[in-house]
């Protein structure tokens, strides 16, 4: 019994291990992505305001 316990746990960490490395490799992938989503949302606020100051007559066209 206690051997099999050590087999789950050596299991577990190995995994844990593998899950980190792929953390590691996708990490500064998504750093990248949340830049951009920002970015995207910054862009998406100044249209926006952009388009409300048109239409209420502050920006003529």
Known sequence: MLS??????????YIKGKECSILATIL????KIVHFIDISKHH??????????????SIHS
């Open 4 to 13: 099999l316990l050590t087999i789950t746990i050596t299991n577990v960490g």
């Open 28 to 31: 500064p992938n998504l750093s």
């Open 44 to 57: 998406r606020h100044c249209w926006t305001s952009y388009e409300s100051k048109k239409e209420s007559g």
